[in-house]
């Protein structure tokens, strides 16, 4: 059923390419109006001792249901002008308009509101063919090669008993240890035989320093002071005092590099072990020069098309980016106070990134209209096809996943096209070189 409209005045306040607030002022006549509808509604369902339902006399219906009649008395008027007001001001918004600053005292008086709206900008991309791109293309050498093997060895090294009794650096060292902070053992500082990678980036450096140079049963005293933002709240700011054992020295011993190596990682020999290898860092170079590529091609957009978009909008691709580095560090194991603090110190960083996403789809989606781009019923078969193909033995997964993220799918093909487009219509320079060695 289509709302009645009423009379009544209206003031911009405030008016931006994406926003606008305004005050509505509806006449007394018109309040009482709907008022006396809103009580004749009311009476066909009141209810009161001694009377039917609907048979309840006005006055005392006026008397019982007073503030049900003026909650909804304003729910009406406002569905009544707030569309009509942006109506008027010819401006479409995106969302339901926010009412604030209600002034309705008595309804011999004016009822007055005011409410903020948010709306799409209106946009045509520009800039977006004959991009100058410059393309860097590494190509893949023995040394990278060799180098990704022997990263590979690491990862499958094994620990042994060191024969060497003293600790060095890159030692691996089993240690007992209690912790004491201002003279009192802290019963959540204790380990037996823990391990400590003493090469590792993330070992505290105090661990370092005091071990290098002990000997295998060696007692160690080593005080460190944690960080005042350090991730256990228990920990943070105090200075720890660690009475440690040596009970072990371990080191790694790297596997031999030879065909029965090639086997274990499930390859054919050696040969095929380096075959494979230079083609996964092919593969992953593309990748990286695609990326880059796309990188340029959305830094050139941002910078040419500038323009407003709705705050709620970026408010709510904040909200995605902040829960997204949330999840991640609450999987890592971090207590909540220190997730908080990290999201207020991320916050402005954000709040860019946020804007700057909002802005690109609203740049891209420009494009796609404008190049008349669309994603076929074709062009969905073809993609559950590849699908269909990469998992052979899967058929009835990937037909339910298809059916469930159609529409995911559809906007990934349509990014797809964009990109390509792009590219396609871009001026790009390129140049070759080797892939460094890390």
């Known amino acids: 059923m289509s709302v009645q ?48 339902a609907g048979k309840v006399p006005m006055d005392m219906v006026k008397k019982e249901y007073d503030g049900i009649a003026k909650e909804r008395l304003i729910e009406n008027l406002i569905k009544k002008t707030a569309f009509s007001a942006l109506e008027k001001e010819n401006f479409a918004p ?23 709206a948010e709306c799409h900008p209106d946009i045509k991309a520009k800039d977006y ?47 007992n240890y209690d912790g004491f902070c201002d003279g009192v053992e802290v019963k959540e500082i204790k380990a037996k035989e823990y391990l ?10 105090g661990f370092k320093d005091g071990l290098v140079g002990a000997k295998k049963g060696e007692q160690k005293d080593i005080e460190i002071e944690y960080p005042k933002d350090y991730p256990n709240k228990m920990l943070q700011g105090k200075k720890v005092l660690f009475k440690t054992t040596i009970v072990e020295i371990k080191e790694k011993q790297l596997p031999e590099l030879n065909d029965d190596f090639a086997k ?21 170079e593309v990748r ?13 957009l941002l910078n040419k098309n500038k323009f407003e978009v709705p705050q709620t909008l970026v408010l709510q ?17 971090a207590p909540q106070d220190f997730i908080d603090k990290q999201i207020e110190a991320s916050k402005d960083k954000y709040a ?24 076929s019923n074709e062009d969905l078969e073809a993609e559950k096809q590849n699908m269909l193909k990469a998992n052979p033995s899967r058929q009835e997964e990937v037909e339910k996943y298809f059916n469930e993220h159609k529409e995911d799918i559809g906007a990934t093909l349509k990014e797809d096209k964009l990109f390509k487009f792009l590219t396609d219509n871009a001026k790009i320079t390129e140049t070759e070189k080797d892939m460094p060695v890390k």
Not at 94 to 116: G, L, R
Not at 288 to 300: L, P
């Open 129 to 175: 063919k004959g991009i100058e791109i410059k393309k860097e293309k590494f190509k893949v050498t023995d040394k990278n090669i060799d180098e990704n093997i022997k990263v590979m060895l690491d990862r499958n090294a094994s620990l042994i008993v060191s024969k060497d009794d003293t600790v060095k650096k890159d030692s691996f060292v089993l240690v």
């Open 5 to 52: 409209k009423c009379e009544f005045q209206s003031k911009v306040l405030e008016k931006k390419p994406c926003f606008l607030k305004a005050e509505v002022e509806i006449a007394v006549a018109d309040v009482k109006k709907e008022l006396e509808e809103v009580f004749n509604s009311i009476k066909t369902s009141a209810k009161l001792p001694g009377f039917r």
């Open 264 to 284: 274990d990682m499930g390859l054919e020999n050696l040969e095929d072990l380096k075959k494979k290898m230079r083609e996964t860092l092919e593969h992953e």
């Open 317 to 333: 691709q904040q909200k995605v980016l902040t829960d997204r580095m949330a999840d991640y560090m609450k999987r890592q194991g």
């Open 352 to 375: 860019e990134e946020a804007n700057k996403n909002v802005r690109l789809s609203y740049i891209l989606n420009s494009i796609y209209v404008l190049e008349k781009m669309t994603v």
């Open 94 to 116: 995106i969302d339901m308009p926010k009412v604030s600053d209600i002034n309705f005292e008595s309804e011999d008086k004016p009822f007055k509101y005011v409410f903020e």
């Open 288 to 300: 990286r020069q695609n990326s880059e590529v796309e990188k340029q091609i959305i830094e050139h």
């Open 196 to 205: 400590l990678d003493l090469g590792a980036k993330n070992t505290l450096k």
